[in-house]
């Protein structure tokens, strides 16, 4: 079992940044691959970025790319999403979510978090 507990939302003007943060419970959290997801008002959740194991590996949806980074500290069982240039689009719910399996990891996580509220004002 894994429990995610997110971080850093809020409210920021267009152009600016933000850091989310997602502790993760559990002396196992290198053996998941770490993921965040948003879902929209009256849109389904999407996939945002993953990251593997290790931090070897990323991957971002089209719509982030260049201005979302993910990265992890597996010594502090953390994960964080830091959005830059954000736009009004981006605001969202955004969840932290982790899956031992990459494909998985990628589109149906098992563990998620509860979310926290993204807003970028224009």
């Known amino acids: 079992q894994v429990q995610l507990v997110e971080s850093g939302g809020g409210l920021v003007q267009a152009g600016g940044s933000l850091r989310l943060s997602c502790a993760a419970s559990?002396?196992?959290?290198?053996?998941?691959?770490m993921g965040w997801f948003r879902q929209a008002p009256g849109k389904e959740r999407e996939f945002v970025a993953a990251i593997s194991r290790y931090g070897t590996n990323t991957w971002y949806a089209d719509s982030v790319k260049g201005r979302f980074t993910i990265s992890r500290d597996n010594a502090k069982n953390t994960v964080y999403l830091q959005m830059n240039s954000l736009k009004p689009e981006d605001t969202a719910v955004y969840y932290c979510?982790?899956?031992?399996?990459?494909?998985?990891?990628?589109?149906?996580?098992?563990?998620w978090g509860q979310g926290t509220q993204v807003t970028v004002s224009s």
């Open positions: 979510a982790s899956d031992a399996d990459l494909a998985a990891s990628l589109t149906r996580p098992t563990y």
């Open positions: 559990g002396r196992t959290f290198s053996s998941y691959y």
